[in-house]
């Protein structure tokens, strides 16, 4: 069955510290696939897209690493603050269609 | 340049009611996409529309919800007779283009409870 996970648990780091969070896919090809933030009572806001044929991709103190041989996406936040805590979700787009599929997310707290 | 407007932000419907949702998508923006968001769940696709047309509502129950986006005015997400499995957050999202490949802009959502 087709099924895109991210950790269900909750990531807690300290501030200054690499979040590193995980987003892992079976039985999809995605064309792209996306990173968004999502807080509490809030729509998601786009933060990221890296094509399939790209390795890595990186935005301020934000990396994303797309590996399509092992269907992973790893999605790093360099020298974390708390202003970074919020749900991060992943997001594939599939070649060919309109549809959107969506991780559950994860939840990330930055401890000052 | 407002965003994504989303109302009423949030929706109270006894069981048996109708829902109605509406989107404005944001300024120069054709392309319509509507979520369902349950608790700790990810956000599920329910339908994509281009001004007047459904493209795709592979996502959208069968019975008692419908969508539209009119030539003029706001998109609309129709729930008739609500049970009580309706209740979630619901989202939209735009794009000025087909938005594969590109980032959508999502409103702030209505959320929907049923009673």
């Known amino acids: 069955s087709q099924k895109i996970e991210q950790n269900s648990e909750a990531l807690n780091i300290q501030e200054g510290k690499t979040a590193t969070l995980t987003c892992n896919y079976t039985?999809?090809?995605?064309?792209?696939l996306q990173w968004y933030r999502q807080d509490p009572g809030r729509g998601p806001v786009f933060l990221l897209l890296?094509?399939?044929?790209?390795k890595e991709k990186r935005k301020e103190r934000l990396k994303v690493t797309f590996d399509t041989t092992l269907k992973q996406s790893l999605f790093h936040i360099t020298a974390s603050q708390p202003a970074d805590s919020a749900t991060y979700l992943c997001?594939?787009?599939?070649?060919?269609?309109?549809?959107?599929?969506f991780g559950a997310g994860t939840r990330l707290f930055v401890k000052a | 340049n407002a965003g994504v407007m989303q109302n009423p932000r949030h929706l109270v419907r006894r069981r048996g009611q109708e829902a109605r949702l509406r989107c404005s998508p944001m300024k120069g923006h054709s392309h319509v996409y509507w979520y369902r968001q349950l608790p700790e769940e990810g956000l599920k696709f329910m339908v994509y529309?281009?001004?007047?047309?459904?493209?795709?509502e592979s996502g959208m129950p069968k019975e008692r919800f419908s969508a539209e986006f009119p030539k003029e005015g706001p998109s609309i997400l129709r729930i008739q007779q609500v049970v009580r499995g309706d209740s979630a957050a619901y989202f939209c999202?735009?794009?000025?283009?087909?938005?594969?490949?590109?980032?959508?802009?999502f409103g702030q959502g209505t959320r929907l409870t049923v009673v």
């Open positions: 039985n999809y090809s995605p064309a792209y």
């Open positions: 890296i094509r399939e044929n790209e």
């Open positions: 997001a594939l787009d599939m070649t060919g269609g309109f549809k959107t599929i």
């Open positions: 529309l281009q001004k007047e047309n459904i493209i795709d």
């Open positions: 999202a735009s794009s000025p283009i087909d938005r594969r490949g590109t980032e959508a802009f």
